[in-house]
T-cell receptor, first 110, second 115 residues
């Protein structure tokens, strides 16, 4: 079983829609969860991180962790065409490396 | 620009040739990471340095791959006898000492195409 699994999409929604992106992870001991955004032909950039369970909000973005079901989510409100990118969930399994999901390619249509 | 830089941005080579990539981390970041990303996949960890010491290597890093960070600043990743399966984006990241969740800052990557 992969440590992190993510639906690769692609996902296409109209501008202004609420977007929900999700990942599942295998090890209940994981505590740090991150979302990276990657534009085409660029390196990933950190969007948000959360520790343990609960929600974290930053502007139009909300990250959510449900440790009981080992599920992490990223919600984007009032989506914009500039949000079109690949979104990668990542976990820090306690070592120095990050383990990434496959990435979900998102397109916001004007 | 004080971000992570990588050189070259693109490399096309013929199978069997050796290639070397360079990464310059954010100054004052003592940790440096190499990842590989193939099309439609997330980045996969290859190796990690703390200062000049290489502390972890993935089993993905075959004996044709070698990475160095001689003075604890920039790093190089060399691939010997390249194969078509080595075609990928090679990403470098760096992080600062301390910190609980290990925020890593990524460079733009080197895209390798092996013909």
């Amino acid at each position: 079983q992969k440590e992190v699994e993510q639906d690769p999409g692609p996902l296409s929604v109209p501008e202004g829609a609420i977007v929900s992106l999700n990942c599942t992870y295998s090890n209940s001991a994981f505590q740090y969860f991150m979302w990276y955004r990657q534009y085409s032909r660029k390196g990933p950039e950190l969007l948000m991180y959360t520790y343990s369970s609960g929600n974290k909000e930053d502007g139009r973005f909300t990250a959510q962790v449900d440790k009981s079901s080992k599920y992490i989510s990223l919600f984007i409100r009032d989506s914009q065409p500039s949000d079109s990118a690949t979104y990668l969930c990542a976990i820090n399994p306690g070592a120095q490396k990050l383990v990434f999901g496959q990435g979900t390619r998102l397109t916001i249509n004007p | 620009d004080t971000g992570v830089s990588q050189d070259p941005r693109h490399k096309i080579t013929k199978r069997g040739q050796n290639v070397t990539f360079r990464c310059d981390p954010i100054s004052e970041h003592n940790r440096l990471y190499w990842y590989r990303q193939t099309l439609g996949q997330g980045p996969e960890f290859l190796t990690y340095f703390q200062n000049e010491a290489q502390l972890e290597k993935s089993r993905l890093l075959s004996n044709r791959f070698s990475a160095e960070r001689p003075k604890g600043s920039f790093s190089t990743l060399e691939i010997q006898r390249t194969e078509q399966g080595d075609s990928a984006m090679y990403l470098c990241a760096s992080s600062a000492p301390g910190g609980r969740y290990n925020e890593q800052f990524f460079g733009p990557g080197t895209r390798l195409t092996v013909l």
